[in-house]
């Protein structure tokens, strides 16, 4: 029988949490092992990043950040067409370092924009596939930006690292494992060989230098996580790093790791299932629609709407997600104004709405519709397990339902929420202000909201209601998910 959930389930107060069962274990380098550790709290929470891809692409500038692998591998028409027309006949990427400048590039600006976005995360482009570090590695002679270019270390205590410890973002640092034109990679991919030694010590020299406490992996697919010796990697880091207890890894370790082993999940570029996941994932996502690097052909439509990342963001942290923003730098270091605008108005919405956003959980319903989801936040006074994927119900939370279009009728149903006697609705305004709306109904039966006295609501939308004191019936999403994958197969056998 259906019982509203308030009545009949608690959440457990509980002894031990994520934090302390990290650091009371130690970790093997075996997936099983590495797959059993808690996300940390702080990423958990943290919801909101911001990426960053610069390096030598953002140079030519044309194309997107796979520039150099496109001209020389793929034949791009359109590249070799722009090379004969802007440079000489025997100009090669190689030569493209010298004009990496990075001369406007300034780490308090950087930060300014980062924590007016409302990012409680930045993750930098440590070295992306070029093989160009943005740290002098003792493994990447004369191709990295001391020895050559800005002649600075990007990364370095001082430059990025040092700023971010003075705020209340964190930091870390996207690698990629492959390199696509190093001879020994090419040479062990082509003969099953394993002489391209460069990206193991390269993580223990940004993880031992810089203390990020990411690892964003990529550039891993074409070989095994063995040959990447990602397991061992991983081991050490959780075991034995400067960061052991708060590090967070991906799950971009080795060909068919993606969606299963590592950290948070990731899965692909611009992933956003539309349903609640049971470990933590990531919605790696970008500002400028057609590239991860800076492009000098950029046009305004080619950039995503405040509009779409709000619903971006929403829809993924209803579903037990993080969403990470990409932005790429000019060679200067310059950020493009169009970003710096997006990202400060985007960052209003969420100042606005943080309390919905941060330290939240997804709530046992996702949403009503694609326009109606929710989050919610358990009392202070109940823990919530470390491997927590969806709070159920508690007697006085707070339900958050975030209206991606402004309501065009002057009431609301919300089927998920039942109505009590003394159930409140109040939308979160600036300056931690609220006003509250008309709510009616009879107990037990969903809850209608009223916005006939309200309409001029909608100049805040995309608008959050903050409910509080509701009713609702037990539901189990992953159930419901497990039913309808027997319901699409026996669809398919049916065809």
Not at 61 to 80: C, G, L, P, R
Not at 108 to 122: H, K, L, W
Not at 149 to 161: F, M, Q, Y
Not at 263 to 269: E, I, N, R
Request: proline content about 4%.
């Amino acid at each position: 029988m259906n019982t509203p959930s308030s009545r009949i389930f608690v959440l457990l107060l509980i002894n031990i949490d994520a934090q302390q069962w990290i650091q009371a274990k130690n970790y093997l380098p075996t997936w099983d092992s590495i797959d059993s550790r808690p996300i940390p709290q702080w990423y958990q929470n943290a919801k909101l990043g911001i990426f960053c891809h610069w390096g030598i692409y953002s140079v030519p500038a044309i194309h997107s950040e796979w520039m150099w692998y496109a001209w020389k591998v793929s034949n791009n028409s359109d590249i070799i067409q722009y090379m004969k027309k802007y440079y000489k006949p025997d100009v090669s990427y190689a030569d493209f370092a010298q004009d990496f400048t990075a001369e406007h590039f300034n780490t308090s600006m950087f930060r300014d924009i980062v924590e007016a976005s409302g990012a409680r995360y930045f993750v930098f482009t440590s070295k992306h596939h070029e093989g160009f570090t943005m740290w002098p590695s003792a493994t990447s002679w004369n191709w990295n930006s001391v020895d050559i270019g800005p002649h600075r270390d990007i990364v370095a205590t001082g430059e990025l690292k040092n700023e971010f410890l003075e705020s209340k973002v964190r930091f870390g640092l996207y690698f990629s494992q492959y390199e696509w034109f190093n001879r020994y990679y090419i040479n062990d991919r082509k003969y099953g060989t394993a002489d391209y030694y460069v990206s193991y010590p390269q993580m223990l020299e940004i993880v031992k230098n810089y203390e990020p406490e990411i690892i964003w992996s990529d550039g891993d697919w074409e070989m095994s996580d063995d040959y990447w010796k990602s397991k061992e990697f991983i081991a050490w880091l959780y075991n034995s790093s400067p960061v052991k207890d708060t590090v967070v890894v991906n799950d971009r370790w080795g060909e068919g790791s993606s969606g299963k082993h590592g950290g948070f999940l990731t899965y692909s570029d611009h992933f956003d299932p539309g349903y609640l996941l049971k470990r933590k994932w990531e919605n790696c996502l970008t500002l400028d629609k057609k590239s991860w690097g800076y492009r000098r052909n950029m046009r305004s439509e080619d950039v995503n709407t405040v509009s779409y990342l709000i619903s971006q963001l929403v829809r993924t942290i209803a579903c037990n997600g993080n969403m990470l923003l990409n932005i790429g730098p000019d060679k200067s270091g310059m950020i493009a104004p169009i970003f710096e605008d997006r990202l400060r108005e985007f960052g209003r919405w969420v100042k606005r709405n943080q309390e919905a956003i941060f330290d939240t959980y997804p709530w046992m319903y996702q949403n009503d519709s694609l326009y109606i989801w929710y989050t919610i936040s358990p009392p202070s006074e109940y823990r919530v397990r470390h491997n927590t994927t969806f709070v159920q119900h508690v007697e006085n939370s707070k339900l958050y339902v975030f209206f991606l279009k402004f309501p065009i009728n002057d009431t609301v149903t919300l089927s998920s929420v039942l109505y009590t006697s003394t159930l409140t609705a109040e939308v979160l305004l600036d300056f931690n202000k609220t006003e509250f709306l008309e709510v009616h109904d009879i107990p037990g039966h969903s809850v209608t909201l009223s916005f006939k006295k309200h309409q001029r609501l909608a100049a805040f939308s995309p608008i959050v209601v903050r409910i509080r004191h509701f009713d609702a019936i037990y539901h189990d999403p992953f159930k419901d998910q497990k039913q309808s994958e027997v319901q699409q197969r026996a669809r398919n056998r049916t065809k």
